[in-house]
């Protein structure tokens, strides 16, 4: 019999129930809720008069529609305001855990839920969020679940969930000097499209894969989604167990000694099948950046806009209206394209790895006249582990400002909206038409990508700035 996978372990374990025929009920260990899509998973367990049946396997923050700027002052926008109070009552009402706006440990979902230690290996975990795949970095089955769902799980701890088919994509080799978690997400993205992953849970393998930290580990398994997955892992080493030691939800004691030691018996066996593969040579990646209106859209930092003779005919109208909203043409270069606003943050590069890049490429410059940007921790955390390690000096020195957390400019549900027709460079994960404010024109790439945009206010290559 042939051995199993990471995703297998994991999944079989978790199984209550095959349905015949149809999906498995499948126990959930960790449910993180935000404020957007909660509201009316709450209020459906509400009308049926029960209770949420395990409430200290659930964590709450709010995170997509809060503010960046004065978090102290009364949420302005109404809806805002109503659906951060209403998760903060409905977690009072129902014994859940809650970071609120202004708790030490408040920030975005998937960089509070690593950093505290609430996400382990060999867990389920859902959100109502699609990047929920972030947490698979840890070697933990991880994926976004709709409203319904999400009551379901309050409700009973379990939801119902065909089984994926299994992908594996290994990467070898070295990275290059300027080449980010980020860049081979682009690049993997571009290669397969943003529908090679349909149907699939990914692995992420290889030597340059174990050779990334755990917050690099979170920026690749969060762009799972983006090609399409269901979710994306990577399997746990000691890389992921120096990560979780220590932190607040952590198991301690004997209880840690036998949690590692089941974490250490996750990894794929050497003979386990998966239903594809693919491996890419780390080498060949270079700084990618978007130039279109989905992920797969990416090249380059160095290489030119694909001409409409490389692209499929049948796509050539969809590709030259992507191209016409982004204000481009088929074969032009992306270096030198002028830059209004670059963003970094999000769950994707929105932790302290993610701000120590952005400052060391900045540091000793200024940022460009041209460009707004705006910089924004993932949490609380972050904030004030930025303050210590005086990035907010090197930032102010440059021109740069910390704003407070929160999903910020990542899509358009609070303040921070890119105005219609301009360019930014962003740190996030999605470039769809609108996603950064109506009409909002996005380039996806890292945070050393999104630095030389800052500092010389046109699209740049960041191994030409040091």
Sequence with gaps: MAGKTLFD???????????????????????????????????????????VFRPNQTFATPDHNIPTKDQHLPIQEELSRMQVATLAKNCEDFGVTQFGLGHPYNGIVHVVGPELGITQPGMTIVCGDSHTSTHGAFGAIAFGIG???V??????QCIMQPKPKKMRINVEGTLKPGVTSKDIALYIIAKLTTGGGTGYFVEFAGSTIRSLSMEARMTLCNMSIELGARGGMIAPDEVTIEYVKGREYAPKGEAWNKAVAYWRSLPTDTDAVFDKEYTYKAEEIDPMITYGTNPGMGVAITGNIPSLDSIDKASHKTYLKSLEYMGFAPGEKMIGKKVDYVFVGSCTNGRIEDLRMFADA?????????VIAWIVPGSRQVEKQAKEEGLIEILEAAGFELRQPGCSACLAMNDDKIPAGMVAVATSNRNFEGRQGPGAR?????????????????ITDPRSIN
């Excluded at 009551?151 to 009973?156: G, I, K, P």
């Design 151 to 156: 009551e379901m799980c309050l409700s009973t």
């Design 9 to 51: 372990k994991i999944w079989d374990a978790h199984v209550v129930k095959s349905i015949e025929d149809g999906p498995n009920v499948l126990y959930i260990d960790r449910q993180f809720v935000h404020e957007v899509t909660s509201p009316q998973a709450f209020a459906g367990v509400k009308e049926r008069g029960i209770q």
């Design 147 to 149: 409203t319904s769902e």
């Design 442 to 458: 996005t380039l996806l790439a890292s945070p050393l990508t999104a630095a030389a945009a800052a500092i010389s206010g046109v």
């Design 362 to 370: 900045i540091k000793g410059k200024k940022k460009a006249s041209n």
